[in-house]
């Protein structure tokens, strides 16, 4: 448990930003609101925002200091 604790105590002191694919998955939206709330960086959603926001709403959780980015409508991406 320790290690935890350890991980956690360094992303605070430096925030990193982490990005969560499959947006709309309960449990990627919980993750990413605790990720949030404990302070350790910037969470990145990815997927169709509409159905992000349906789904966190659904959960009541909230997306307060969550970005969300739908690659299907993102520029600067590069083709594949």
Do not use: W
Request: glycine content about 4%.
């Amino acid at each position: 448990m320790r290690f935890i604790a350890t991980i956690i105590e360094k992303l605070q002191r430096h925030p990193k930003r982490l990005v969560f694919p499959e947006g709309t998955e309960p449990r990627v939206l919980q993750a990413a609101r605790q990720y949030h709330s404990l302070r350790l960086g910037a969470p990145i959603l990815l997927g169709n925002r509409t159905q992000i926001k349906e789904a966190a709403a659904q959960l009541n959780v909230s997306l307060e200091g969550v970005r969300i980015i739908d690659p299907a409508q993102a520029r600067n991406c590069l083709p594949l």
